[in-house]
């Protein structure tokens, strides 16, 4: 190899030399981007917060209850007063056997007993017919029924007094618990035990329902009658006095102490759970551990994705490095040659 061709190769050499090493600095400097973004997605794997399931201890109360003949009475509040007293709040309950329910809602026929300009609907279940809620009841006057209802027939002039004042009650009950409306109502008898239960419908339901041609309402409608609830009261504000066992728990409640009212409960100490508050938390603990679950699978995906760009890139920096050592080796070799061309050509000239 001659001078001027063992320099162009020596400049050849250095120069990919120079690019292998610049290559790498880049390579170096993406490993380390990649490096930070490892970091930040391990970082954001500490910051976040494990989901905790719910305890039924958190939902879990103590309550006190004492009870008067058919009543429940639940202590909801206890404020102490600086006489040893407590002001105390208290709800109570009790099952009202002629109390307004909800029914099994029924299908309602209607006739048109006017003309089609001037409808005057007239309704019906099966073949009896319903009557407004609270009208005056036809009379003879001797004050038997004149109508056609099964059940009015039954009553004397006397019970059909005391069934207006009834049905007064009967509409004041329905729209304090269902709203202010028109009610229509029907008697139907129980032909176990021959006695006749009230069933009601508000009127502009029926108004308002879709019949078919056949005059049947295409839906079943809302019906109440006359049965047994649940019904509850708030005390409050009532002067007390307690006596606890050595654990702390109230064992007797004194009402009214020292007044002519005064009167002394034994007081049964229940452990409570609110199993729907409890549901509703565990379900919304089950809905947090998934989106952490999720989360963490998404964040590691991402690490994985990381780690094989940073392997691909540690691979290249291996191939650069063994790239360079030959590079130098081979740089050495012509380095040594341009030394004898250069010395021979000094001994030719000396």
Known sequence: MGMAA??????GLTARKSNTEYEGQQINQQRTTLGNQSANYYNQLLGMTVPVPPSVADYTKTTYTFTDGSLSNSISSLIAQPDGTYLISYTTSWTNDFAVVSAAPSIYTR????TEDTPNYTYYVGGQELRGLGDTIP???EGKYTGTD????????EQIKNLEAEEDQYIEQLNSKYGDAEWM???VQNTSTGTWSPYFVKKDVLDNAIYNENGASQSNIPTYTVGSAKETEEIKGVTARLEQDSTGRIINITLNPGEDSEVTYAVTTNTVTDQAAYDDAMNQYEY???EYDQSIQNINAKIEIVQAEDKNLELRLKQLDTEQDAIQTEMDAVQKVIEKNTESTFKTFG
Do not use: E, H, I, M
Not at 6 to 11: K, T
């Open 6 to 11: 063992s320099q162009a190769r020596f400049l």
């Open 111 to 114: 006739v048109n007993t006017g």
């Open 139 to 141: 009379v003879d006057a």
């Open 150 to 157: 099964p059940y009015l027939k039954t009553l004397s002039a």
């Open 185 to 187: 109502v029907r008697y």
């Open 288 to 290: 947090d551990k998934y």
